[in-house]
C-alpha cells in the first residue's frame, strides 16, 4: 500500500489527508457520517487510483515486471513508487521526510475516530516502521512480506522486491516520469472539486 504517495498528493487539509491515507481500508459507497473533508480524500484516493492504473507511465512500470505476479504487479509498482518517493523526496517536497511524517501523523491523529479500526492499530506499525524505511530497497522488501502475510489468499509478494532491484533504472524513470502528471491530476481535483464514489 502506497501510504507515502498518498500522503504527499493530499496537501495540508488534516481531513484530506486522513481520508485519502484511509482509502485502501474504505471499501464500497461512503457513509453519510464521514466530514465532507474525509469523504473527498477517499475520493481522491479512488481517483488517484484509477488515474495510475491508466496512466502509460504507470503501465510502462506495470509491464517491466515479470508476468508471474500478474494482477499483484499493480501493487508492487505502487511499492516501488513510495520508495522512489522517498529516495527522491527532497526534489519534490521542501520540508524534510521525516518532519514530514510527523506532521502527517500529527493531522491524521486529529482525525483518529475516522479510521477504521484495523488501520488504527496499524498507525504505529506504518509511521514508526515501514515508512521510514520505504527509502532501502530492503525496507520495501520488508513491507511486501508484511502484505504477504496479511493476505488472506495465496500471493506472490514476498520478494517482489527482487523485480525492483532487477529493473530499477527504468522504474525510477518512469516514476519521475509519472509524478508530474499525476500531480497535476491532483491539482485539478482540489480545484474543481468532484462528487464522492
Not at 117 to 146: C, H, M, N, T, W
Amino acid at each position: 500500500m502506497n501510504f507515502l504517495f498518498h500522503l504527499h498528493l493530499s496537501g495540508s487539509d488534516p481531513y484530506l489527508l486522513t481520508g485519502n491515507f484511509m482509502g485502501d481500508f474504505v471499501k464500497g459507497r461512503l457513509r453519510a457520517e464521514y466530514p465532507p473533508g474525509v469523504a473527498a480524500g477517499i475520493t481522491l484516493h479512488r481517483r488517484i487510483d484509477s488515474f495510475a492504473q491508466r496512466h502509460c507511465f504507470f503501465r510502462r512500470s506495470y509491464d517491466r515486471i515479470a508476468p508471474q505476479y500478474g494482477l499483484w504487479r499493480g501493487i508492487l509498482v505502487d511499492m516501488f513508487y513510495d520508495h522512489f518517493l522517498s529516495t527522491t523526496w527532497d526534489e519534490w517536497v521542501d520540508e524534510p521526510l521525516m518532519a514530514y511524517l510527523e506532521r502527517a501523523r500529527k493531522m491524521i491523529d486529529g482525525q483518529y475516530e475516522w479510521l477504521p479500526e484495523r488501520l488504527q492499530s496499524l498507525l504505529p506499525v506504518i509511521f514508526d516502521d515501514l515508512l521510514p524505511s520505504y527509502g532501502d530497497v530492503a525496507g520495501i522488501g520488508v513491507a511486501l512480506e508484511r502484505m504477504s502475510r496479511r493476505v488472506r489468499r495465496a500471493n506472490p509478494l514476498a520478494g517482489g522486491e527482487r523485480e525492483l532491484m532487477q529493473n530499477y533504472a527504468e522504474l525510477r524513470e518512469d516514476f519521475r516520469c509519472f509524478m508530474p502528471a499525476v500531480r497535476e491530476f491532483v491539482a485539478d481535483f482540489l480545484e474543481t472539486g468532484a462528487p464522492p464514489i
